[in-house]
């Protein structure tokens, strides 16, 4: 069926090309000059483009409009405000200059269109007007960079050293939560080390592991705490995202990247705000990782210092413990590299 329309539409569009070229011939065997003819249209043309240009600018607004409520709601940590503003002021910009450019496009092919008797004026250079174009864009990128820079440099400096360390561990297809207990150090961990026990390979020897706490299916953040989070991955690229608080960043296998941010809105506030009562906050991985990627995801709870507290002690201690099970394990091992020798 689509295939008998998509014929129609084919022949349909030859039909029109010969019935133009008829009537081509029709004119110039009456004798009209076909140019002439042409120049006829150009008014029609020229309010037709102007007529595209305003619709385009009307529906321009309205997809503003009708789809702005479908973005993210308000930021819930404080870079995050400061990203938002720095993001709108490039859109403002964009869209000043959009509107500028557009207008001026369709008001010249209407202002310049063709006129009996006129001649295109040669106009070739003027360094007054090549100097403001390339020095305002100049000035207003620049302005641009820099603020993004310092933001940028804010919130992946390893210098901020009073945030509280967190690591997530990416891995297909699932994230694994770690915070550094007391010590707000994250022991060591060595990749060979990993095993069903011991997910995230810590090094057992290393005391900052001792009280190291693992979370496995949601995360936990206080409010108007600073977090650095201490990202790593198991296997390939992955990378943790957590929209609502404006937070982005790869995990590499091999290396540990940072992201430092403070939550300032709990889990209760968020869903009186966004009037949902449903609402949670999530880590989503947003690199393309592999066919489960778009089911890697985790719930992120922000809490209050108290109740944080409370929740972390629920949570079992990353050092695996060594089990009868295991310890009979490594016996067996031990038994069969005896037995071997
Ligand atoms: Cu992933």
Same mark, same amino acid.
């Given at each position: 069926?689509?295939?008998?329309?998509?014929?129609? *539409?084919? @022949? @349909?569009?030859?039909?029109?090309?010969?019935? &133009?070229?008829?009537?081509?011939?029709?004119?110039? /065997?009456?004798?009209? #000059? @076909?140019?002439?003819?042409?120049?006829?249209?150009? $008014?029609?043309?020229? !309010?037709?483009?102007?007529?595209? !240009?305003?619709?385009?600018?009307? /529906?321009? +607004?309205?997809?503003?409009?009708?789809?702005?409520? /479908?973005?993210?709601?308000?930021?819930?940590?404080?870079?995050?405000?400061?990203?938002?503003?720095?993001?709108?002021?490039?859109?403002?910009?964009?869209?000043?200059?959009?509107?500028?450019?557009?207008?001026?496009?369709?008001?010249?092919?209407?202002?310049?269109?063709?006129?009996?008797?006129? &001649?295109?004026?040669?106009?070739?250079?003027?360094?007054? *007007?090549?100097?403001?174009?390339?020095?305002?864009?100049?000035?207003?990128?620049?302005?641009?960079?820099?603020?993004?820079?310092?933001?940028?440099?804010?919130?992946?400096?390893?210098?901020?050293?009073?945030?509280?360390?967190?690591?997530?561990?990416?891995?297909?297809?699932?994230?694994?939560?770690?915070?550094?207990?007391?010590?707000?150090?994250?022991?060591?961990?060595?990749?060979?080390?990993?095993?069903?026990?011991?997910?995230?390979?810590?090094?057992? %020897?290393?005391?900052?592991?001792?009280?190291?706490?693992? @979370?496995?299916? %949601? &995360?936990?953040?206080?409010?108007?705490?600073?977090?650095?989070?201490?990202?790593?991955?198991? #296997?390939?690229?992955?990378? *943790?995202? !957590?929209?609502?608080?404006?937070?982005?960043?790869?995990?590499?296998?091999? !290396?540990?990247?940072?992201?430092? +941010?403070?939550?300032?809105?709990?889990?209760?506030? &968020?869903? $009186?705000?966004?009037?949902?009562?449903?609402? #949670?906050?999530?880590?989503?991985?947003?690199?393309?990782?592999? *066919?489960?990627?778009?089911?890697?995801?985790? $719930?992120?709870?922000?809490?209050?210092? %108290? #109740?944080?507290?409370?929740?972390?002690?629920?949570?079992?201690?990353?050092?695996?413990?060594?089990?009868?099970?295991?310890?009979?394990?490594?016996?067996?091992?031990?038994?069969?590299? %005896?037995?071997? $020798?």
């Amino acid at each position: 069926m689509n295939f008998l329309i998509l014929l129609g *539409v084919i @022949a @349909a569009i030859m039909v029109a090309f010969r019935l &133009m070229n008829i009537l081509n011939i029709s004119q110039e /065997l009456s004798g009209r #000059d @076909a140019t002439e003819e042409l120049h006829k249209d150009v $008014k029609g043309n020229a !309010m037709g483009l102007i007529a595209f !240009m305003v619709v385009g600018l009307i /529906l321009f +607004f309205y997809m503003i409009w009708k789809y702005m409520p /479908l973005t993210l709601p308000v930021a819930a940590s404080e870079h995050g405000v400061r990203t938002d503003n720095l993001l709108n002021i490039n859109f403002y910009i964009i869209i000043f200059v959009f509107i500028i450019t557009q207008i001026a496009l369709f008001y010249f092919i209407w202002k310049y269109q063709y006129r009996k008797g006129h &001649m295109a004026y040669f106009y070739s250079h003027n360094n007054t *007007v090549e100097i403001i174009w390339t020095v305002i864009p100049t000035i207003v990128l620049a302005i641009l960079v820099i603020t993004g820079l310092k933001e940028w440099i804010a919130i992946t400096s390893k210098d901020n050293t009073d945030g509280m360390n967190v690591q997530v561990y990416a891995q297909q297809f699932v994230f694994l939560g770690r915070y550094a207990g007391r010590d707000n150090t994250l022991g060591d961990s060595y990749f060979r080390n990993i095993s069903t026990e011991n997910p995230l390979g810590l090094k057992l %020897e290393d005391k900052a592991v001792n009280d190291d706490i693992i @979370a496995k299916t %949601e &995360m936990h953040f206080p409010v108007n705490t600073p977090i650095m989070l201490n990202i790593n991955s198991r #296997d390939i690229i992955h990378s *943790v995202y !957590m929209p609502h608080f404006r937070v982005q960043m790869n995990a590499v296998p091999g !290396m540990t990247t940072n992201f430092y +941010f403070k939550p300032t809105i709990t889990t209760a506030e &968020m869903r $009186k705000k966004t009037a949902n009562e449903k609402f #949670d906050y999530v880590i989503l991985c947003n690199k393309i990782c592999g *066919v489960s990627h778009y089911t890697m995801n985790m $719930k992120v709870v922000v809490d209050s210092k %108290e #109740d944080f507290v409370k929740w972390l002690k629920t949570q079992p201690l990353a050092k695996p413990a060594p089990t009868a099970d295991n310890a009979n394990a490594s016996q067996t091992v031990k038994e069969i590299a %005896e037995a071997v $020798k």
